[in-house]
């Protein structure tokens, strides 16, 4: 499955935006799905998940972006979203989205198989 993640970019403190991950095959709607990301100079760090179709359970934040990012998905085109709003400029970073061959969703960066290419986010005045 290759993934491709889009829709980065430069926005001010308070600010929104949502990135988008597209996958090339209808398999990825069963997977599930997470969003990452890794400011310069730290390691890659778990952001947002949700579980693939046939799956309960999630969709799961890490603390930090919590009440502030929404993850969700849409099947009809193999794609999975993260709405960001309220942005702070300790979101910014390099965000990539991953999916995994189970179901459930994931937190670990080692449970995810397939990874797409990193789209950045700045938050600045």
């Known amino acids: 499955v290759q993934l491709q993640a889009s829709g980065g970019g430069t926005v001010q403190p308070g600010g929104s935006l949502r990135l988008s991950c597209t996958a090339s095959?209808?398999?990825?709607?069963?997977?599930?799905t997470g969003w990452f990301r890794q400011a310069p100079g730290q390691e890659r760090e778990f952001v947002a998940t949700?579980?693939?179709?046939?799956?309960?359970?999630?969709?799961y934040y890490n603390d930090p972006v919590k009440g502030r990012f929404t993850i969700s998905r849409d099947n009809a085109v193999n794609t999975v979203y993260l709405q960001m709003d309220g942005l702070k400029p300790e979101d910014t970073a390099v965000y990539y989205c991953?999916?995994?061959?189970?179901?459930?969703?994931?937190?670990?960066?080692?449970?995810?198989?397939?990874w797409g290419r990193g789209t950045q986010v700045t938050v600045s005045s």
């Open positions: 095959e209808r398999s990825f709607n069963a997977y599930g």
């Open positions: 991953a999916a995994r061959t189970s179901s459930y969703y994931g937190i670990y960066v080692s449970q995810y198989n397939f």
């Open positions: 949700i579980s693939g179709s046939g799956s309960s359970g999630g969709p």
